[in-house]
């Protein structure tokens, strides 16, 4: 039973397990978000990277490339690892697309 303890000046804390059960859920739901967070940024990142395959756009991936990099350092706060993959994949392709055109095409 969650009974409130009075502290001086009127403080007062909640005694139990009810306030650690719900702060276990929040942290749970947070790691869930940033997973969710990490696969958003992965694909948006996919998304803007089509037109950079095209020659004389490639360049744009030394923007997308870190963008994606950024993605997978979120997935790595997650308990979840898909996003950080998603990330990382999409960072790789994009880096090899660099490879491949020189770095500038």
């Known amino acids: 039973m969650n009974l409130p303890v009075f502290l001086l000046e ?4 909640m005694t139990g397990p009810g306030p650690c059960l719900a702060l ?3 942290r749970r739901h947070v790691f869930t978000m940033l997973n969710l967070l990490s696969g958003l940024i992965g694909l948006v990142t996919l998304i803007l990277m089509i037109p950079a395959v095209l020659p004389l756009l490639g360049a744009l991936n030394w923007i997308l490339v870190p963008i994606a990099l950024f ?3 979120i997935g ?3 308990s979840k690892k898909s996003g950080q993959y998603f990330c990382l994949i999409v960072a790789a392709f994009g880096a090899l697309r ?7 095409v």
């Open 76 to 78: 790595l706060m997650s």
């Open 10 to 13: 009127g403080q007062f804390r």
């Open 24 to 26: 276990a859920q929040l």
């Open 71 to 73: 993605g997978a350092f």
């Open 98 to 104: 660099l490879f491949l055109g020189g770095g500038i």
